[in-house]
């Protein structure tokens, strides 16, 4: 049975999922949102289709471990058969500094090598097309393989034989085999040697990525998982941030909750954009930028859409994939997301709060001035008039508009941020302004979305209601955590959100009926707010809890079963690894006390 214990190798250009067995069961190719020319993770056990993995076999295999390299994006899948043969298999993508610029090509690596004894291995490259419906076209030269019929061909160079890798007829493996899979493009040098050197410059590009990190003294290896983890959710060509590398997998088992989350929501992005920021890691932010202030340009007097294509692109139809069963067989499997024309009020302050941090960092090469503050005062204009708008909210609800609580409180935010803005360019009118409306939208949320018979903050205006996203009302400033208010709503959260040790998003009727997982950076909101309202011992006991459902590698989906444990939804979520940053941040005991 398929599982999530999958580890992401990628390069912020490319990514693919590999499983404890080293199959790459995910790759879109050539970029992040594209045809999954590794599919079979959204095969049904039962639909053998042949195509959809590149693997490698060893002959007996009796036990296998599977770990990262230390402070790097490089994985080691090791395997040992019964008489004591084992190899290990090396997966990366390319990334390093070349002739003064990023070197990110959309290849991946795979180092097969004999670590004892006299293994006899396998290998196997079925690359899909068209979303599982049928295998690449196969041609054939001296000493590489290409595979066509996708959007951009396919190119396996490799020092192994070219007949074993066909015919996928095992053979003992003396020493090591490279497989580089990318372009259809000459390869400059021999294989092993390219190989040596991509593996070389790229453990070295993330150890020095991973050593300028402001990372806390406490859950070190989780903080870096988690950053190396968002960084390859960036894409560097625009500065997108998709939410996650996967489309389909569901929420909860046989729930239809199956969504494409290879593009990039705004308010997800301010989330990552924070975190990195946090650890210092600013370059993502300088990159998501130049993409968000695209997208302002794009729009000029149309509405800021909730979620946009990696490209930019402001039209994301929905189809469904028909010749692939989903996760467990659980379909259907989804490509696009018609969220793009919901109305989603929060995306104002989504945007303005990803682009605050760089007005006040004199580090960057491009700090922000008068310019970009112009532009982010159209989106505070919009803020303005929709902040009272019925809207489908952050969990984008498909049927029912309303108006919701942190889509208000996000609109102030917006306003809040532009007079810090202002005063910090000594614009003192501009101030004034921002500061009157962030006052006008403060004193209407408290009244309208105050419930005074719950004793409660609620998620929609006059509602009765709670919602997770109340948890970060202290997160965002707009109460102070020591607020009566505040620790109320987080009391009532609990009450009415609670399950065992993790928090609904919600617990009521939606589209779909009621949520069956728990929202695990809900959880993570939660332990934020028990932490800022004094109750940090019992937020470090939830966080250990969390901790346990990482998988094997340190990673996190969507949401998890809160019976089972089990990881659900797609994978592995940006949200997830920015709430496991930010609770480490949180908790940890400081460097100045450590010892």
């Known amino acids: 049975m398929k599982t999530l214990d999958l580890g992401l190798i990628g390069n912020a250009r490319t990514c693919a999922l590999v499983d404890r067995r080293a199959s790459i069961v995910w790759w879109c190719y050539p970029c992040l949102d594209c045809d999954p020319i590794c599919c079979s993770l959204l095969q049904s056990d039962a639909q053998d289709a042949g195509f959809g993995q590149i693997d490698v076999e060893l002959d007996g295999c009796a036990e296998s471990e599977q770990f990262y390299e230390r402070n790097s994006a490089i994985l080691i899948t090791r395997f040992r058969d019964v008489a004591g043969n084992g190899i290990e298999v090396i997966d990366f993508a390319p990334r390093f500094y070349l002739h003064g610029r990023m070197f990110a090509p959309a290849m991946l690596v795979r180092v097969v090598r004999r670590v004892a004894g006299r293994p ?22 001296a000493h590489h393989i290409s595979y066509h019929g996708m959007s951009q061909p396919m190119r396996l160079t490799t020092d192994a034989s070219v007949s074993s890798v066909l015919d996928e007829r095992p053979f003992f493996l003396h020493d090591s085999v490279t497989l580089l899979m990318g372009p259809d493009e000459t390869v400059d040098g021999a294989p092993h040697e390219v190989g040596r050197t991509f593996y070389e410059k790229t453990q070295a590009y993330w150890h020095q990525w991973v050593r300028n990190l402001a990372i806390p003294f406490e859950w070190q290896e989780v903080v870096i998982r988690a950053a190396i983890t968002l960084k390859l959710n960036a894409y560097d060509d625009t500065g997108a941030i998709v939410a996650a590398v996967t489309t389909s997998i569901p929420e909860a088992p046989g729930s239809g909750r199956n969504w494409d989350y290879r593009y990039c929501w ?38 800021l859409q909730p979620v946009y ?4 692109e402001a039209v994301l139809d929905e189809r469904i994939a028909p010749a692939l069963a989903g996760y467990r067989g659980m379909g259907p499997v989804r490509v696009g997301n018609l969220a793009y024309f919901q109305v989603q009020n929060d995306v104002f302050g989504a945007a303005v709060l990803a682009s605050t941090h760089a007005f006040f960092d004199t580090r960057l090469d491009r700090p922000a001035g008068r310019q970009m503050f112009n532009d982010l005062e159209r989106l505070g204009e919009q803020a303005v008039r929709q902040y009272n708008v019925p809207d489908a909210g952050l969990w984008e609800l498909r049927r029912a508009t309303r108006v919701h609580t942190f889509s208000s409180i996000m609109c102030w935010a917006a306003c809040h941020r532009l007079a810090i803005i202002a005063r ?5 009118e501009r101030e004034r302004l921002w500061s009157e409306h962030a006052g006008k939208i403060h004193r209407e949320i408290c009244e309208r979305a105050w419930n005074a018979q719950l004793g409660s903050f609620v998620s929609t205006f006059g509602g009765d209601k709670l919602d997770a996203s109340l948890l970060l009302m202290a997160e965002f400033q707009f109460l102070d955590p020591r607020d009566e208010r505040f620790v109320a709503t987080v009391e009532a959260a609990e009450r009415h959100l609670r399950r065992g040790d993790f928090m609904l998003r ?17 959880t993570m909101w939660w332990i934020l707010a028990l932490a800022q309202i004094g109750r940090k011992e019992r937020a470090r006991e939830l966080f250990a809890n969390v901790l346990s459902r990482c998988n094997h590698l340190g990673l996190l989906s969507e949401d998890v079963a809160t019976d089972s444990g089990e990881l659900w939804g797609n994978f592995p979520q940006t949200y997830s690894m920015v709430g496991l940053i930010h609770c480490a941040a949180r908790l940890s005991i400081p460097w100045d006390k450590a010892y």
Do not use: Q
Not at 309 to 312: A, D, F, K
Not at 424 to 428: A, D, I, N, R
Not at 506 to 522: H, M, Q, S
């Open 120 to 141: 006899r291995v396998a290998l196997r490259v079925r690359p899909a097309l068209n979303y599982g419906s049928a295998r690449a076209e196969v041609r054939c030269g």
């Open 506 to 522: 919600y617990d009521e009727e939606d589209d779909f009926g009621r949520p069956e997982t728990a929202f695990l950076v809900c």
């Open 309 to 312: 294509g990696i490209r930019r």
């Open 424 to 428: 910090k360019l000594g614009l003192p």
């Open 266 to 303: 705004l308010r997800d992005a301010y989330f990552v954009v924070n975190a990195l920021n946090s650890l210092g890691a600013t370059g993502t932010m300088e990159h998501y930028l130049d993409y968000i202030l695209n997208i302002i340009a794009d729009t000029r007097d149309r509405p």
